[in-house]
């Protein structure tokens, strides 16, 4: 089982190379995310560093250490700018409903990190992931709870059974946002293997307090350290 990791948003020169050289050199991470562009229902909040900043921060490291990269694409622009850069296009759960834009992607060959909208069913999600002809990761990252004043997202992992009775794509399970906190991710991340996802995503940040985007959710190093042990471990039923 690969394990994705990263942090929610690349977010300064510094802060990416402290991730990468943890992420890649003392974890042996192949994957990594993280977001240059980013969905914000606020407009005033951080909305990423931008595609060109982000690939200026990433890419000598990108050939030094040899890791892959997932980025999330908004439009046809955006694949186009990132065609030679990212190694996978990552769509975002706000666009899963974006049937322009999941074709678009058919005009380039490079797998999809294709993310369930969280009040999408899985048979719709099936549906759309259908529009796109490259190699398709399904990814799970929790859905609307009702009771949103108390955790905006609840864990549905056990969709990833049920998702694997209606598709032969990959599956994936974001675990840091179907947590929604930190403290919940250890624990989560063992329940959902339990369902034998073909790979895991994580959310790793060296100062998880300090992050721009999704302060609560992201693991600092030590905590991403002792759950990949844990991950390299196996669960047993
Ligand atoms: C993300 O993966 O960083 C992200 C924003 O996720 P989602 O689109 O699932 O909210
Ligand atoms: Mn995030």
């Keep these: 089982m690969e394990t994705l990791a990263g942090p929610c948003s690349w977010e300064s020169k510094e802060q990416v190379e402290k991730t990468v050289k943890f992420l890649v050199k003392d974890c042996g991470i192949k994957y990594l995310r993280g977001g240059l562009k980013k969905y914000r229902s606020d407009p005033d909040a951080f909305q990423g560093v931008g595609l060109f900043d982000g690939m200026e921060y990433l890419q000598d490291l990108k050939k030094e250490y040899g890791f892959k990269l997932i980025v999330e694409v908004f439009n046809a622009d955006d694949l186009d700018c990132l065609k030679n850069f990212a190694d996978v296009f990552q769509i975002g759960s706000r666009n899963a409903y974006n049937t ?11 797998p999809i990190l294709y993310k369930r909208h969280y009040s999408m069913g899985l048979n719709e999600f099936v549906m759309h992931s259908n529009y796109m002809t490259n190699n398709v990761i399904m990814c799970l990252r929790g859905d609307l ?22 598709t032969e794509n990959k599956i994936c399970y974001d ?17 959902a293997m339990i369902y034998e996802p073909d790979m895991l995503m994580i959310e790793v940040h060296p100062e998880p307090k300090k992050a721009l985007s999704d302060p609560n959710q992201q693991l600092d190093f030590k905590e991403f350290s002792v759950l990949l042990g ?5 669960v047993k039923v």
């Design 175 to 191: 675990v840091s946002h179907s947590s929604c906190e930190a403290k919940y991710v250890e624990k989560n991340t063992l329940a």
């Design 230 to 234: 844990k991950i390299k471990e196996g």
């Design 145 to 166: 709870s009702i009771h949103l004043q108390e955790q905006r997202f609840r864990s549905d992992m056990a969709d990833i059974q049920r998702l694997k009775e209606l």
């Design 100 to 110: 322009d834009l999941l074709r678009e992607t058919n005009l380039f060959d490079k």
